[in-house]
């Protein structure tokens, strides 16, 4: 929960960079809360709005921290655009995001350096 916190209170920081836990943690929180918003929506029935809404909510958040990973692995972030290419671009998106963090790079210092979790 502190992962998905962090990344909503940093909701448009697009600089910086963000670690592969920070990602991934809320990558996966923010899947398991679709999952639950979806089921709401299901039993009441209210075709998807709460779904929508909550996306909605969770754009910026979701574009920020992906740059700020991207940054980390010493891109810019404006490599999300591959994400715009069927299929191949979530490929090369998810193979950039499992990819360790670099040492200090021209998008600040090494995160690891900082944090020992």
């Keep these: 929960m502190h992962w998905y916190t962090s990344v909503l209170k940093q909701y448009v920081a697009f600089a910086g960079r963000a670690r ?8 996966l929180f923010n899947i398991i809360v679709s999952l639950v918003i979806a089921l709401v929506d ?3 029935g209210t075709a998807s709005v ?6 909605l909510a969770v754009l910026l958040p979701s574009l ?8 980390d692995t010493g891109r810019s972030g404006w490599w999300m655009l591959l994400g715009l290419i069927p299929f191949i671009g979530a490929i090369i998106l998810i193979v950039f995001m499992c990819q360790d ?3 200090d790079n021209q998008y600040g210092a090494n995160p690891k350096a900082s944090q020992s979790f």
Aim: positive net charge; proline residues 0%; glycine residues 8%.
């Design 101 to 103: 963090s670099q040492g």
């Design 50 to 55: 709460l779904g929508y809404i909550y996306s």
């Design 64 to 71: 920020s921290v992906t740059a700020r990973r991207l940054h």
């Design 20 to 27: 592969r836990q920070e990602y991934w943690m809320f990558t």
């Design 42 to 44: 299901s039993l009441i």
